[in-house]
């Protein structure tokens, strides 16, 4: 092999890693954001779990890949660790699906159709027609299937250059024997181990080795040892990247590392046992590419299969080797955004949705407790209000910051949306946050000065409770289900609150005037009327957000008002017509009984 065969084969590795990547890369677009969500609702049980990794992993064609997101959403609590093993064993499966298309290269013979059908006739076509849809077309889903297809070329011809650039050796006889003596299967194994580590992809590895059959030098007693090698070296990339993850994350990574390693030592101490004992007539017999696909994909499968049933046994065997420590316990006050998603920004953009919706919950459930601290102020409670508050601001920064991150990784236009209108919603529901603290600071004053509301002053407030507690939920509901006709209720219950709190404003002022109600105890009304408008206003301004990205406009909380007003959004005023009878009705009728 002379020094440009050399530097060939080392371009042609070069460009079926890079392939491989990007056309995983645009399987991964076209999938979009889904993959968490399948992930999480379709993982009961662990056979559907294992055909569930599988599929992924074909689709964005990396095993590593897709354990590394188990990994991120184990760490995040999202997904339990007996959930995560099945997807692991299936994404072991998945990733032989890179074989089988490799095997394509050995398709042969001299009529049109199958000279069409060869690899080096379609490969280049699709590549070049994949460039022309990627370069000249701006429409998100066609520069993804362009960069599927240009993956799909560039892999294979990757693939071609290392097959010219090992062609030369099959007249070598030191190569000859080289792959001879990695018959022997210790050897083998720490062969297959030691490229996996170094590519840090077992589909690569094994399509080296598939390359490499085109010299006639690769035979079953030498390639099945790699092949075995490859499943164990393939489970230290997701071990890496879970270093600095939760204990019960890490055992995710040792689970995969588990099932590899166990399945590989079964693998090879029953075949040497047959191979040394009775032997196997098909030890020296020379693979294909083909054939190299079908014994990875087989024995893959098999060891799923065989290991089906002990899921449970390697979630016990991996809590032995990382037992919890002593006093410790899992911080799951803080939503876990691990930057071990970026690897997929869909799902990590979804993540970042989930704790933004978190930060919304709790704001929500700190109004309630506040406004019960109108009626009888408890130092616990406040505490408890001021611990989720400080929590609230905490994650503002921290999902702010995780979001700043994505941004910077390579986004399509939808992609990029998400994150600009989760950068926003982030504000709103913190400022939500601040004017429930601002309320609850009243509670406190009107305690230590002995301030309370007049009795018509309570079921007025009452009233605007229930107002707003639905406009929050209403709020939470449409984000959490990305519900834009949800979302668009919430601007007439807004406009019926402004009403409200007008109606309120002045019938307050009256009783001062009246002497029937405390000055004090009216000052104190009013900042409560200000903080709970504001909250309704934010709920109104993360409507809009809604809205506008379900719709595919760009729209403000004022914009989104006016295009109410105009009629542009059918249902507005038959809405605001019932949330009127709902409230303000009430309120009239709350006035004349007094």
């Avoid at 662990?46 to 890949?65: D, H």
């Amino acid at each position: 092999m002379t020094a440009r065969d050399a530097i060939q084969l080392l371009g042609g590795i070069a460009l079926f890693l890079y392939g491989m990547s990007i056309m995983g890369s645009g399987l991964e677009r076209v999938a979009g954001g889904k993959m968490q969500s399948i992930l999480q609702k379709l993982t009961a049980s662990t056979l559907r779990g294992v055909l569930l990794g599988a599929l992924i992993t074909a689709v964005i064609q990396s095993s590593a890949g897709t354990i590394v997101i188990v990994i991120g959403l184990v760490n995040s609590g999202i997904m339990a660790l007996p959930q995560a093993v099945g997807v692991i064993m299936g994404a072991n499966i998945g990733t032989t699906v890179t074989g089988q298309l490799i095997r394509l290269a050995d398709i042969s013979g001299d009529s049109l159709l199958l000279t069409i059908v060869q690899p080096r006739t379609f490969a280049p076509i699709v590549a070049f027609v994949g460039a022309i849809l990627y370069v000249f077309f701006s429409k998100p889903s066609r520069r993804n299937v362009g960069q599927i297809m240009m993956g799909f070329g560039i892999l294979f011809t990757g693939m071609f250059q290392m097959e010219g650039a090992v062609a030369g050796l099959k007249e070598s006889a030191l190569f000859v024997e080289l792959f001879t003596s990695l018959q022997n299967p210790i050897l083998g194994v720490l062969a297959g181990i030691g490229a996996t580590v170094a590519i840090q992809s077992s589909s690569a590895s094994i399509g080296i080795l598939q390359a490499l059959s085109s010299t006639g030098a690769v035979t079953f007693g030498s390639a099945f040892p790699i092949i075995l090698g490859a499943h164990v070296g393939t489970a230290f990339t997701p071990l890496m990247a879970s270093a600095g993850a939760s204990r019960t994350a890490k055992r995710s990574a040792v689970i995969d590392l588990l099932f590899n390693f166990i399945s590989s030592a079964v693998y090879l101490v029953a075949v040497s046992l047959i191979q040394y004992t009775i032997g196997i007539p098909f030890w020296n017999s020379v693979l294909d590419k083909g054939s190299i696909a079908n014994l990875h994909t087989f024995s893959t499968v098999l060891a799923a299969l065989c290991m089906l049933p002990f899921g449970g046994a390697l979630v016990r065997l991996a809590e032995m080797i990382l037992p919890e420590r002593e006093n410790e316990s899992p911080d799951l006050t803080m939503p876990v955004l691990d930057e071990r998603l970026f690897t997929s920004p869909a799902v990590a953009i979804q993540q970042a949705r989930n704790a933004v919706e978190k930060m919304g919950r709790r704001a929500a459930a700190n109004y309630g407790l506040a406004m019960g601290l109108l009626e009888e102020y408890k130092e616990e409670v406040c505490e408890q209000i001021e611990h989720r508050e400080d929590l609230i601001d905490r994650m503002e920064v921290s999902i702010s910051n995780y979001l700043i991150k994505i941004s910077d990784r390579d986004l399509n236009e939808r992609e990029s949306h998400r994150v600009s209108d989760l950068l926003g919603l982030v504000t709103e529901f913190e400022r939500v946050g601040d004017y429930v603290i601002n309320i609850t600071e009243q509670a406190r004053e009107m305690k230590d000065g002995d301030i309370h509301f007049s009795p018509m002053a309570r079921q007025e407030m009452d009233i605007l409770y229930q107002a707003i507690r639905e406009v929050l939920d209403l709020t939470l509901e449409a984000f959490s289900t990305s519900n834009a006709a949800l979302a668009a209720r919430i601007e007439p219950l807004e406009q019926t609150i402004d009403s409200i709190c007008d109606t309120l404003r002045q019938r307050h002022i009256e009783r001062l005037k009246e002497g029937t109600c405390q000055i004090d105890a009216g000052i104190r009304f009013l900042d409560v009327l200000t903080n709970l408008e504001r909250i309704s206003d934010h709920c109104s301004n993360v409507g809009a957000r809604i809205v506008g990205s379900e719709t595919g406009s760009e729209l403000d909380a004022h914009a989104l008002r006016e295009s109410m007003h105009r009629g542009d959004i059918p249902g507005y005023s038959s809405q605001l017509a019932d949330y009127h009878a709902k409230y303000l009705d009430e309120l009239e009728t709350l006035t004349a009984a007094g």
